[in-house]
Nanobody, 124 residues
């Protein structure tokens, strides 16, 4: 059984930092992408960042570029999202996703596995 377990969310002031982790179990994701998406109340789920598990290529939404960094630890089968210079508009539930298409890593429907989500709240 494949599981993605997120951790690291919480409450932080604007300008602060958080690091999210997503530990995968049950399979590895070679030849696939792993990504982070977020969903704010009343809004659709949106792409945040993705990484090609094998090659390490990274992709970002324009809204987080230069503030967020996605990385992976192959040995631990874990993907991370370092979030710096957080803004109130970053407040959302953040979801880890695995098994995505390396040709279209920004589209949520290409991902086969999802975590339960972790809340990130940024106060002004």
């Amino acid at each position: 059984q494949v599981q993605l377990v997120e951790s690291g969310g919480g409450l932080v002031q604007a300008g602060g930092s958080l690091r999210l982790s997503c530990a995968a179990s049950g399979r590895t994701f070679s030849s696939y992408a792993m990504g982070w998406f977020r969903q704010a109340p009343g809004k659709e789920r949106e792409f945040v960042a993705a990484i090609n598990w094998s090659r390490g290529n990274t992709y970002y939404a324009d809204s987080v570029k230069c503030r967020f960094t996605i990385s992976r630890d192959v040995a631990k089968n874990t993907v991370y999202l370092q979030m710096n210079s957080l803004k109130p508009e970053d407040t959302a539930v953040y979801y880890c996703a695995g098994g995505g298409s390396i040709w279209n890593p920004r589209t949520p429907t290409t991902y086969n596995y999802w975590g339960q989500g972790t809340q990130v709240t940024v106060s002004s």
